[in-house]
Nanobody, 114 residues
């Protein structure tokens, strides 16, 4: 079955960096666009970044543009999110998701605080 396992979250000070990873299995990874979402306490889940099947097209939410970079490795069935210049407003649980597949992983907590 489809599985998505996120990792790499943690506690970081404002201005710091984290790199999130998502390991995918149970489907042909290279055939699907991938996205990162996040959900902060009391807020709806929001789309953060997306990447096309071969990585040639990437899109970002305005709030993270210029600070976050999404990438993928189709040989390893992984998608990553490099997060730089983190702000307290980036605090959330981060999830990866495959396009058109309604499966979510457990997420990884990112907390930005001094």
């Amino acid at each position: 079955q489809v599985q998505l396992v996120e990792s790499g979250g943690g506690l970081v000070q404002p201005g710091g960096s984290l790199r999130l990873s998502c390991a995918a299995s149970g489907f042909t990874f290279s055939n699907y666009g991938m996205s990162w979402y996040r959900q902060a306490p009391g807020k709806e889940r929001e789309l953060v970044a997306s990447i096309s099947t071969l990585g040639g097209s990437r899109n970002y939410a305005d709030s993270v543009k210029g600070r976050f970079t999404i990438s993928r490795d189709n040989a390893k069935n992984t998608v990553s999110l490099q997060m730089n210049s983190l702000k307290p407003g980036d605090t959330a649980v981060y999830y990866c998701k495959a396009s058109y597949i309604d499966v979510w992983g457990q997420g990884t907590q990112v907390t930005v605080s001094s």
